[in-house]
């Protein structure tokens, strides 16, 4: 009997925006974890970010002037900088005042527990699926999901490939390519969808 999804493929189900909007109705307004939790998902959802690498921001890595994200852990040890629309950097302010209460120092990461301490991969993989099921997402939700319906939706826009790769921090346009395909066959769907046929 099978007992783990390791080494299983699932398809790609990026999630809307209203599905998004419901995991962060689903965090608490009020706990400190609830607000933290809204931010990573604002976070993830917006910049596309890999889990490990949200995981991974310092607060010297924010540039709140310029709603930039600077990445300093990417794929194959890559650096980039990402941004980030005032929407989402509301609610991640909201928990770095937060943390100031708390008085968590600059030197722990941007995502940590309550005392400072670094937030595991673990703990996300399992808030995201609690969160879906409160909120009445039916959808498979992960941190990876987060990352595809960011993709989704640049293509979806018709936002050039190259920005899209840049963001991603792909190394090459050709994964990017193969990326947004296999997330959101958008452009090939419509162009069926557009072929008239009568009857």
Same mark, same amino acid.
């Given at each position: ?13 990026? @999630? ?24 990573? *998902? ?36 890559? %650096? ?23 008085? *968590? !120092?600059? /030197? ?15 703990? %996300?993989?399992? @808030? ?12 498979? %939700? ?27 921090? /792909?190394? !090459? ?6 990326? @947004?395909? /296999? *997330? ?16």
């Amino acid at each position: 009997m099978r007992t783990s999804n390791r080494g299983r493929k699932f398809p790609a189900q990026p @999630l809307n925006g209203d599905e998004v909007k419901a995991l962060l109705r689903a965090c608490s307004k009020r706990s400190p974890t609830g607000v933290r939790n809204a931010a990573l *998902i604002a976070t993830l959802y917006r910049t596309g970010l890999r889990i490990g690498e949200a995981l991974s921001i310092l607060p010297r890595d924010l540039d709140a002037n310029a709603g930039a994200i600077r990445v300093l852990n990417g794929k194959g040890g890559t %650096v980039r900088s990402v941004g980030m629309d005032p929407g989402a950097w509301a609610l991640l302010q909201r928990w770095l005042d937060q943390r100031a209460t708390l008085e *968590i !120092n600059g /030197h722990s990461k941007v995502f940590c527990t309550l005392r400072g301490e670094p937030l595991k991969t673990s703990y %996300v993989r399992a @808030l995201l699926p609690r969160l879906a099921s409160k909120a009445g997402v039916e959808r498979r %939700v992960h941190a990876h999901a987060l990352r595809h319906s960011f993709a989704a939706e640049l293509a979806a826009e018709r936002t050039p490939m190259n920005v899209v790769q840049t963001v991603l921090g /792909h190394a !090459n346009l050709a994964t990017t390519d193969a990326y @947004l395909r /296999h *997330i959101n066959p958008v452009v090939a769907i419509e162009t069926l969808r557009s072929r008239s046929w009568c009857l």
